[in-house]
């Protein structure tokens, strides 16, 4: 299979260069990868291999695959914003002849140019987990609508302060990046608020690190403490804001919501760390995208546009006119190590 | 390329073999994982992905050639792969503000040159350890590019500062783009730089015994500085190599970029304690690393694991070294 494979590369490639001279501009992998009639062989490029939210997407999307007799293999870059480590997986991915990529891209700008590549040679990409920009630069995206993920928190909070004005701290992730920009704008959005309110007693990026926005949070409570709301942007930061609020006694006195349904975060709203999460589901974002591979493969029909894989509010504290699942269900459907 | 001698018509043992040309080991350590990786898979041997190795290896492979002219005077680099990303991020703006890109280039090359002319003026003026400096600078340089880009990437469509990337020809089947064209030439020029002019070899008589440069005449600190601004040009040139590869300038990217062209240098035989190295060493290291990760990954080795056969094999060209060395005294 393999051989053929291979005979097939070479025949194609020879075939581009009798036909175009021997200057030519050409893609690699060329005609060996595209879909119709064959053998899903689906490739996966996360940001990072170590994160236990990449690392339950990369499960879901093997288990998947095996499920549906896809060949499967999973690349991943080395830190988050490794662009070059990105690039170098999607190329070594056409070179093994995928034929769908499955990519969470590091930077929504960032490899943009490989994954030309790869759709002009007949690769279907689809983005997981974090939309490109312009969002036509893959064929189809399956994603937690970050924006509306943010709105939902914002929503939460809001009710939960039932009718006080909040005062608020804004814990960030990292600056400029889609999702943290995503996820920002909406929270205002949900809780009613504009970056120059003057409701934001507070604001530090904290790169989506637990100690960082321990001491971030530290810091700007040395600046005030007279808050009752405060915005995290992934959950591990939720924790070091927990861990800094405490310190001052301030934990009774605030609404703290988050996002991500990590395990350990409906844990953390479990024991009361914070008042809500919102969950994002990465397992379905995997499946759904290895079951669009299968398609492919088989049909040659690419899905299209933005797949909004969902979110939902994980709280014990529900509150009239919010939708919200409580901790229970959110630990039956967390990701990571239950 | 080495200052270890030969007495007379001596049999060279082992070691002095290894010591006279250090780009025998890592060229044989090359050798070997290609062989393997040829007969394990079926997609290694083929001419588009050994063209790919090298384009991946590019980067690293540019910003290692700087670095190798730091270690042979007995410094070290912290700050390269930060200085280089500023690089890009000037590049890229200034071509969004409607600089041309040759000017847009040529200005991200001499930010580079400056931050090179600053450090060699540390070190050599004010006698600071190189590694302390670029440490320092590592964090100047990396919090600059952040604030400069507002921690936004910034697609790069320029043609120009695509163009080592983009461009590509076919050498005898195999697919070879203009990046990996001026990377050869820099390499030869380098090459031929340390090793048939009086400035090469006053580099490497600084980075071996400093005093007895000094003494005989050699500038020493001339030398150094010199040695800062050429690599300054080079890191410069390593983010239009950057922005070829991944036409996207963003402040996250690289973190690694300053320990990997370390990794290659030191893969290629250069001693840390100066005065020993070769550019062809230091390609062969590159390429060596880039071998792996793209051998390794086809036969479906976990990333991690690849970074565990990294690292080993640098301790090992270490020892290597080391056992050299003992051989010769």
């Known amino acids: 299979m393999r051989q053929r494979s291979l005979a097939a590369l070479a025949l194609a490639a020879a075939l581009t260069v009798t036909t175009a001279g021997c200057t030519v501009e050409r893609h690699w992998g060329g005609g060996s990868n595209a879909g119709g009639g064959g053998k899903a062989k689906v490739g996966l490029v996360t940001k990072t291999d170590t994160n236990p939210y990449f690392v339950e997407l990369r499960a879901a999307a093997k288990a998947a695959a095996e499920a549906n007799g896809a060949e499967f293999s999973a690349l991943a870059g080395q830190f988050d914003g490794d662009n070059d480590g990105q690039v170098r997986a999607i190329e070594n991915l056409m070179q093994q002849g995928a034929n769908t990529i499955l990519i969470t891209p590091s930077s929504s700008t960032g490899v943009l140019d490989a994954i030309d590549r790869a759709r002009k040679a007949g690769v279907l990409v689809i983005a997981l987990d974090t939309a490109t920009e312009p969002d036509t630069a893959v064929d189809a995206t399956f994603a937690t609508d970050n924006f509306e993920a943010g709105r939902q928190q914002g929503a939460y909070v809001k009710a939960a302060l039932n009718g006080k004005p909040p005062k608020l701290f804004m814990v960030d992730g990292t600056a400029g990046s889609t999702v943290d920009t995503q996820r920002h704008t909406g929270f205002l959005k949900g809780i009613g608020l504009t970056d120059a309110s003057p409701e934001i007693k507070g604001k530090t990026p904290a790169n989506g690190d637990q100690s960082l926005a321990q001491q971030g949070v530290e810091n700007l409570l040395q600046r005030t403490t007279d808050i009752n709301a405060v915005y995290t942007m992934n959950e591990p930061m939720g924790r070091g804001t927990y861990a800094a609020l405490q310190a001052r006694g301030l934990v009774n006195q605030i609404v703290m919501g988050s996002i991500d349904g990590g395990c350990e975060g409906v844990k953390n709203v479990r024991d009361g760390q914070y008042a809500a999460t919102v969950m994002q589901f990465p397992k379905k974002m995997a499946e759904q995208g290895v079951l669009a591979a299968v398609e492919y493969a088989k049909t040659g029909k690419k899905p299209s546009g933005f797949v909004n894989t969902g979110s939902a509010v994980i709280t014990d504290k529900p509150i009239p006119g919010v939708e919200s699942q409580d901790t229970k269900w959110g630990l039956e459907n967390c990701w990571g190590t239950k | ?329």
């Open chain 2, 1 to 329: 390329m080495t200052t270890a001698t030969l007495k007379g018509n001596e049999r060279p043992s082992i070691g002095e073999f290894f010591l006279r040309a250090p780009a025998v080991g890592p060229a044989l350590a090359l050798l070997v994982a290609i062989v393997v990786f040829s007969l394990s898979t079926d997609t290694f041997l083929d001419l588009d992905n050994l063209s790919l190795v090298v384009q991946q290896s590019l980067v690293v492979g540019t910003l290692a050639l700087g670095q190798t002219l730091i270690i042979l005077t007995a410094g070290i680099d912290l700050a390269n792969a930060a200085a280089m990303v500023l690089a890009t991020l000037i590049m890229a703006k200034l071509v969004v503000g409607g600089v041309s890109g040759i000017w847009a280039l040529l200005l991200g090359i001499v930010a580079t040159v400056v931050i090179g002319m600053v450090t060699g003026s540390l070190v050599t003026r004010i006698k600071l350890p190189p590694f302390i400096v670029t440490l320092g600078l590592l964090t100047v340089l990396t919090a600059a590019a952040k604030l400069f880009a507002s921690g936004q990437a910034v697609p790069v469509a320029d043609e120009l500062l695509k163009w080592l990337g983009t461009r590509r020809y076919l050498f005898g089947g195999i697919p070879i783009t203009y990046g990996m064209t001026l990377a050869l030439l820099m390499y030869l020029g380098l090459w031929y730089a340390l090793t048939r002019t009086p400035w090469g070899k006053h580099v490497y008589a600084v980075g071996n015994a400093p005093e007895s440069a000094r003494l005989s005449g050699i500038k020493v600190n001339r030398t150094i500085l010199s040695v800062y601004i050429v690599a300054g040009v080079i890191v410069g040139i390593a983010a239009w190599q950057a922005l070829g590869r991944v036409p996207n300038a963003d402040p996250n990217a690289f973190q690694l970029g300053n320990l990997d062209s370390i990794t290659a240098v030191v893969l290629g035989g250069a001693s840390l304690f100066g005065g020993r190295g070769s550019v062809l060493g230091t390609m062969m290291g590159a390429l060596v690393v880039a071998v792996l990760r793209s051998g390794l990954t086809q036969l479906g080795v976990d990333a991690l694991y690849q970074d565990v056969a990294t690292g080993a094999l640098l301790i090992g060209a270490v020892c290597v070294d080391r056992f050299a060395r003992r051989q010769q005294s």
